[in-house]
C-alpha cells in the first residue's frame, strides 16, 4: 500500500512539473495540515501563517520543475517551509511576545466543559512554552512534531549537522518539561 502511495505521489509530482494545476492541488493536499501547523506554532498567528503558508506554496510550485527525485518530496517541502519560516523570522524584529490564538487544527476532543477549560489551559501552557524555546530549538521541535521529518532530514533542512540537531530537541524537550512542570501542567 505504501509503495501505490509512494507511486501516486510520483506521479502528482511528475504532472505538476508539467504545470498540471489540478494535481499540484492533490499534491499539496496531503500536506496542507502539517505544513500550516508548522507555521501557526512557530509564528502564533493564524493570518501570519496563512501569508507564510501561501508563500511556500508559490515557491514550491516555481522550484518544481527542477525537483529531482533523489529524496522525499515532504524533506524537500519542509526544506523550502524552513526557509520561508527563517526569512520572515528575520524581517519580524519583536517577535518575543508573539501571542497564540486559541484555535488550533488539532485541539483535542472533550466531552464536559470541566475538562474543555482544563485542555484549552493545558494547549496554552503548551504553546506559551514552545513560544519561549529559542528559535533553532522551536524550529527543530516544530519540524519534528509537526513535519514528521526524521532528525536527519532537519539536519539536511536546516543546514545543521545532526548532533547540533538532536542536541536542540534535547533542549527543547527539557525546557518544555521544566516549564510545564512549573506551571503544575506535568509532575
Known sequence: ???????????LIRRCQE???PAFDA???RYRKPLFTFFLRFYGEKAMAED?????????????P???????FSS???S???NV???ALRRQKARAHISYRSELPDAPDVHSPADDLVANEIEAMIRHAVQQLPPKQRQVFLLRQHGDLAFKEIAKVTGEPLNTVLSHMRYAVAKLKKALREKGAIV
Open 1 to 11: 500500500m505504501i509503495g501505490n502511495a509512494e507511486n501516486s505521489e510520483n506521479e
Open 19 to 21: 504545470k498540471d494545476g
Open 27 to 29: 499534491l499539496i493536499r
Open 52 to 64: 507564510l503558508f501561501q508563500d511556500t506554496l508559490v515557491k514550491v510550485w516555481r522550484a518544481l
Open 66 to 72: 527542477a525537483f529531482r527525485n533523489t529524496g522525499s
Open 76 to 78: 524537500w517541502l519542509f
Open 80 to 82: 523550502i517551509a524552513h
Open 85 to 87: 519560516a527563517r526569512d
